[in-house]
Structures are given as C-alpha cells and as structure tokens.
C-alpha cells in the first residue's frame, strides 16, 4: 500500500514542469498545490519524530555560540585563523617597502566588497590596509547567525554595519548573500551552513586579494623582496586546516544530505504554515516568515528549481520516513516536555521525574513499581487506583515504598481518598508507554 510519501512522489511526477510549458501562473499553482496538499503532510508527521528534527536542527544545536561540539570548536579555530591572519597582514603592510607600495594604490582597488545590490562597490575611504586592522577587531557578532534557518538574515552579522558599509546603511544589501550573486541561497536547505560559509569566504578572500595585490606589486617594483611575498602567503595559512575541517563536517559529512534535506521540508512547511509551532526551533524559529519566499516562486515564477529540490529533499527522507523512530530519542523528547514520564516493558523501567532520571533499582522494588505504573496509567484516562484494580499488592504498602523512594515533590502529588490511590497530574503532563516484542515504544493513553 502506499504511503503519503510514495504518493507525493508520483503526484510530483505527473506535474513537474516540462520543456514547452507556457502557461507559468496555472503551473506555479499546481506546483504551489503539490506542496500544500502533498508535501506539508510528509513533514507534519515528521515533525513529529525526533531523530527528523535533530537533523533539521543540527546547524543550531551544534554551530551556535555556547555549543559544546566539534563544529562549534572547529567555527572557533577559523575565526582565530582569521584574527590571526589579519593581525599579521596589518603588521606586514606597515613595513617600511610594503607600506611605500601600498601607498601608491588607488583606494578604489581596495573597496569594501559588499556595496549595495544593483549599484558599484562603495570604495573605502581609508587606506588599503582598512580590511587587515578591521578584521583585527573582530566586528562580527559571530560568523554564524542561527536567524538564517529559513533563509539569509543576518548578512555580514557586524556589530556595527556603518563602519565597513557606510553612514545610513541599514537597509544595505549584501550582495554576497543575494541569490543574484550566491544562486544555492535561492534553494531550501541549510542556510546557517551556507550563510556561515558565505561570511567566511567574504573576509577571507579579502585578505586574499590585498595578499596578491602586495605581491604583485613587490614582484613589479624595484624593492622586490621574496622573503616578504613568503611572510605575506604564510599570513594567511593558519586558517586553512580548521576551514577544511569545518567544511567537511558541515558539508561533506555523509549526513550533511539528510540534515539539509530536513532544513528544506521545514522551510517548505513554513512557507504555508508560518504559524505552526517552530519554538523547537529556538530564536530561530521566530524567523518562520522568511520563508514565504518558497512560496512566493512557486506560484508566481513557478520555479522548478526549488520544487525540484524538495522533490529530491522527500527522497533523502524516505528511509527515515519509513524506520521505526528510535525510542530512546523519543523519550528524550518527552522528557523535555513532560513533568512525568515512564517507559517500561523486558528489561526497562525507567521513570523520569522533572527531566531527571531517577535511579532506583525497580527489579528490588517491585510492589512499589507496579503501583506507580498503575497509578500512572489510570491518570492518563483521569482514574485512580483502588482494591478493584487486583494488582496482586497490598497499596499501603506499596505507597509506603513510594514515599521513601520519590522525591518529595512527586510523592505529595499521590494522595489516597476513601481508599482510592491517585496520581494528581493532568495528561498533558504525563507520558506513559510499553515496549512491544519489537522493542517499539507504544505510548499509552
């Protein structure tokens, strides 16, 4: 029998763009229909699975400022390359041969790069050492901005754009991260990579160019000194190493494909429920509108490149979307969002409490386990426990076990009226669940 995803596949083929296709209004909304009919209901049962939206998220959770990872050190380690590099480019433009060179460029051979979208490079009104002592100063807020998820945001991310773009540039456009200029910005994917990646060639290839600019000046003029063209290519080496690594893990890891194939089905989703629930997301998931340029090409340009690039996003997912999700990153989840939850079945009880696992050896503790199951299980359904559920215990004593065994705050919530044991919390605040003969986790309701 096939499934949604089978089913999207096969509407997708029936309607994707061919050549000779005239009339783009009435297939930008067949297009647009495909997504919002076909695809957003693939990724509203993926939404739900952990293991997808761990790999939505991992630019996020791993490249973020504060995150204890290997990207993260390995981000840390280009920008001190950078630093480094600038630091001693500046130095090198100050020696006595080099800074009579450098004096004799024009300014306008040095710009600042970026100038506005549709218009010149604004040229730097400083020396041509501006971008080496700029740099030094480590103007970014981060090289990596988590508000690009559903698309570039944050361009150059300074902490104050007017002094490399110019007086009254807040609305100036980088051009580098236009997709005029940088076509992958225009499909779904993995913007944060992107956009970091993006940030780094900019000021990197700056350095870049002044370095051959100096150099062929040397090698031209009269002071000719292969000593200084060495320390001038050397300036700017300790960046290589960390920057191979970091994009082999970001970009070449055998799981880059399936994370960006994740961020794209969100961006998708967004684009026609911009309203929908992206707090898992983080701050990032405040950015969701930026999306609605998906859609926004679909149905207006009826732009097979992105349609294209979701089709083949569905089949990256399709094994995911297939497996049974891994039960112990669904309890991880549930642990996040619930007070109390409670996984057992052969060889596992677990409880977790308040996000903290309790480490009580239940194997020894018997009556008192199988009360807190039943009393767990009939919240869910709003019951309590009495004599008539003939759980083969005695309940008193088996509260009596509870209270030296939960802590306090939990132990209070059981209360006993009339002879009924009660768990007093709402089933929102509850996950229970059983694993099967084929160790699938079944929540209970």
């Not at 580098?176 to 993006?198: A, E, N, T, Y």
């Not at 969701?288 to 083949?312: K, P």
């Not at 209360?415 to 694993?435: I, K």
Request: glycine share 6%; hydrophobic share 40%; with cysteine.
């Amino acid at each position: 029998m096939a499934d949604r995803l089978q089913a999207a596949h096969w509407r997708y083929e029936r309607i994707r763009p061919k050549d000779g296709d005239k009339d783009s209004f009435r297939k930008g909304d067949e297009l647009s229909h495909w997504l919002q009919a076909d695809v957003c209901p693939v990724v509203s049962e993926l939404l739900e699975r952990p293991d997808f939206r761990g790999h939505a998220q991992w630019s996020i959770d791993c490249l973020q400022e504060g995150a204890a990872t290997e990207a993260r050190s390995l981000l840390e380690a280009v920008e001190r390359g950078l630093l480094s590099s600038a630091q001693r480019m500046a130095k090198l433009t100050r020696e006595r041969f080099l800074a009579r060179i450098l004096a004799g460029i024009a300014a306008d051979e040095f710009p600042n790069y970026a100038g506005c979208a549709g218009e010149p490079a604004r040229a730097s009104d400083a020396s041509p050492g501006t971008i080496t002592d700029f740099i030094s100063t480590r103007p970014w807020c981060d090289l990596v901005s988590i508000y690009d998820y559903f698309g570039p945001a944050d361009d150059l991310n300074l902490r104050n754009r007017e002094t490399w773009l110019g007086p009254n540039s807040e609305n100036t456009q980088v051009a580098d991260f236009l997709p005029l200029f940088k076509p992958h910005l225009h499909l779904p994917g993995d913007f944060v990579v992107r956009c970091l990646m993006v940030r780094i060639d900019y000021w990197l290839s700056g350095l870049q160019r002044l370095r051959m600019r100096c150099e062929d000046a040397l090698r031209n003029g009269p002071d000719d000194d292969a000593e200084i063209r060495e320390r001038l290519r050397e300036a700017v080496r300790d960046i290589h190493e960390p920057l191979q690594k970091l994009e082999t893990l970001c970009i070449y890891d055998s799981q880059a494909p399936l994370r960006e194939a994740c961020a794209a089905l969100v961006q998708a989703f967004a684009a026609y429920n911009p309203q929908a629930d992206f707090s898992w997301l983080g701050p990032a998931g405040t950015m969701a509108g930026n999306a609605s340029t998906i859609r926004y090409f679909v149905e207006r340009r009826a732009d097979a490149g992105i349609t294209d690039r979701i089709a083949a996003a569905l089949h990256e997912i399709g094994p995911l979307y297939r497996s049974d999700v891994d039960p112990d990153l669904l309890i991880e989840k549930m642990v996040r969002q619930s007070l109390f939850v409670l996984a057992y079945g052969k060889g596992r009880q677990d409880l977790y409490w308040s996000g903290r696992h309790l480490e009580v050896d239940w194997t020894r503790r018997g009556r008192a386990w199988t009360l807190i199951v039943a009393l767990a299980e009939n919240a869910k359904r709003g019951q309590g426990v009495d004599r008539c559920d003939d759980l083969g215990i005695s309940l008193k004593d088996a509260r009596y076990d509870l209270k030296r065994l939960l802590p306090a705050d939990l132990f209070s919530l059981i209360t006993v009226s009339q002879g009924v044991h009660r768990l007093n919390l709402s089933a929102d605040d509850l996950f229970v669940a059983q694993f099967d003969q084929l160790d699938r986790l079944m929540e209970i309701k």
